[in-house]
């Protein structure tokens, strides 16, 4: 849903380690490397080398803080060590997003990035309830059917074509429906962490963190107060920060939400505001490839982007699977794919439109290379290889981490409702986003059969006085947290502001755009907020092609977009 990939924008050699606070078996010299099952749980935060640059600590914390003698959970964290400590200003916490996604992979990929925006702080994450290294995880144990390779899946994850039939939902549904049965078997004990992944003790952990930091060496020597939170929160991680800053507004310091999500929305389950945007920002691909010429972009063609456009619906009008599977084709099942991958895959790359938009020229040439030469599933599976691409992937138990939180965030709003309940839902999202509406009920699907309880959930009301004001961060075209809920959030909290990016993709780091990251170095580095100087203009995008002026008021995009929401009436 909200899953975010960092490119790695800036690099420098070598980190400076600041001084740790180390057990009595460590010494501060020590070259031995642990792993997290190596380092013992602690109540205190205590630090050991890892991953040849970084610290590991796992903090102990109780599994359910409404009944504290229910068992204990184990934070695993990471730290990548200020780059310079003249002044140190402690220890700022980060979350990917997700939800789902790993803190500890997040430290990897912004390690060099983040000590060149951010020099005086610890860069500090950690897998959150049910995650990755954290104790206990939750791995759901699945039937072969919903884990089987994806070409004997396929028939359980078709994509119809523009106008899909009850098929693709039924099969959609099924597969949902299950795995959040079997989830609700195996994750779903008291004991379990299935009950604990809700948003709510993800942000009591937060307390917890900044309570042992505030007692270690670093808390003491730090310039600032070490109690309060600093944090950059992207996408998921917004609303993890909105909770946090709505329960404790009394502990926020300085903190960032980038990428922003809608906390109404998302505690309600509907989504709705989520993709608003999407196919706009698809829409872009088009007039940068027109920009970028034939040298750049293969997909090029005519003398317009809205003559790049025509070449994409005409490749779209030749997938009509329901046409196909109506008339009994023998190559209708590589029809379902291809367009599946099309979706999906452009879906995901307007994600980081900068980095991949030239990933979807490369995949729309191929597949008119597939069709004319006779699309097969075989030619399809063998494109795949090539491409270094999976247009159908199994599903992965790891993805169900996402349902863990988002379902119980919910309250359960969706289980047990059929699939004739959802047909509100999916006419509303699918008239949003022609790219994304199918994904997006597809998601809801899992909630349904998903009948894990929490009984520590906050469902608002959100926003208040914050000690210190919230910065938000939106792009003006964000595939899946619109610049709308940015707007929201600065009215919700008081004194909050918004710093708008002319961009596209999601989150400010989708942009690479210098004066962004530059508002919010000085944010964290000095709590200089930007005032009316909230505003950054368009940088370079796909291809290195720079142009000029508000992209959401260009008038090729806005054509294409209102093209590409007619492709549903095909």
């Known amino acids: ?113 983040a000590a060149e925006i951010l020099p005086s702080y610890d860069i500090v994450s950690w897998d959150p309830r049910g995650i990755g290294y954290a104790v206990p995880v939750a791995n759901c144990t699945l039937s072969s059917n919903l884990t089987a390779p994806a070409a004997k899946r396929r028939s359980l994850d078709k994509i119809y074509g523009p106008e899909l039939p009850t098929q693709y939902f039924e099969h959609a549904y099924q597969v949902g429906y299950e795995a959040g049965q079997e989830c609700g078997s195996s994750i779903g004990g008291p004991k379990d962490a299935g009950p604990h992944m809700a948003t709510a003790t993800v942000a009591r952990d937060m307390i917890l963190i900044l309570d042992a930091y505030a007692k270690t060496e670093e808390g003491k020597l730090c310039g600032e107060d070490a109690s309060l939170l600093n944090y950059w929160g992207f996408s998921y991680g917004t609303f993890l920060g909105e909770t946090f800053a709505s329960r404790y507004p009394h502990r926020v310091g300085k903190v960032v939400l980038d990428g922003v999500i809608d906390p109404d929305d998302w505690v309600s389950g509907v989504g709705l505001t989520e993709i608003a945007l999407t196919d706009e920002v698809f829409s872009t691909f088009f007039l940068y490839c027109n920009l970028a010429g034939p040298s750049l972009c293969p997909y090029y063609t005519g003398t317009t982007a809205h003559d790049i456009y025509l070449r994409f619906e005409a490749l779209v009008n030749q997938l009509n699977a329901t046409y196909a599977i109506q008339q009994k084709w023998a190559n209708a099942t590589a029809i379902e794919v291809v367009l599946q991958g099309i979706k999906e895959l452009a879906f995901s790359w307007s994600y980081t439109p900068i980095d991949t938009f030239p990933d979807i020229a490369t995949l729309l040439v191929g597949i008119e290379d597939l069709i004319a030469a006779g699309l097969t599933l075989a030619a399809v599976e063998a494109a795949e290889a090539q491409l270094g691409v999976n247009i159908s992937e199994p599903l992965e138990v790891s993805e169900l981490w996402l349902f863990g939180v988002s379902c119980t965030d919910q309250g359960g709003k969706y289980y047990g409702l059929t699939l004739q309940d959802f047909a509100n839902d999916t006419r509303t999202l699918e008239a949003a986003s022609w790219l994304a509406g199918e994904q997006q009920i597809s998601n809801k699907y899992f909630c349904a059969g998903w009948d894990i309880k929490t009984d520590y959930r906050y469902a608002g009301p959100f926003g208040g006085n914050t000690i210190n004001p919230i910065l938000f961060v939106s792009n003006t075209l964000d595939p899946v947290t619109p610049i709308y809920n940015g707007q929201k959030g600065t009215r919700i909290f008081n004194d909050a502001q918004l710093l708008t990016i002319e961009g596209i993709g999601h989150t400010s780091t989708a942009t690479h755009n210098t004066c962004g990251f530059g508002k919010i170095s000085a944010f964290f580095e000095s709590g200089t907020l930007p005032g009316k100087d909230n505003y950054c203009s368009l940088e370079t995008g796909p291809w290195n092609v720079t142009t000029t002026g508000s992209l959401t008021k260009r008038s090729e995009v806005l054509e294409i977009r209102e093209r590409i929401g007619g492709l549903k009436n095909l």
Not at 28 to 35: A, G, V, W
Not at 90 to 99: E, I, K, V
């Open 1 to 113: 849903m909200y899953g975010f990939n960092i490119s790695r924008l800036l690099f420098f050699n070598g980190l400076l380690c600041f001084l740790t606070v180390a057990s009595p078996l460590l010494p501060r010299n020590s070259t031995e490397q642990y792993t997290f099952a190596q380092i013992p749980p602690s109540k205190d935060l205590v630090w050991y080398p890892c991953f040849t640059t970084y610290f590991c600590a796992v903090l102990d914390a109780p599994l359910d803080y409404n009944d504290r003698k229910e068992g204990r959970s184990y934070i695993p964290l990471i730290k990548s060590p200020a780059a310079s400590t003249t002044p140190y200003k402690g220890m700022l916490l980060t979350n990917p997003g997700g939800p789902g996604q790993s803190g500890i992979n997040l430290v990897f990929e912004i390690s060099s990035f």
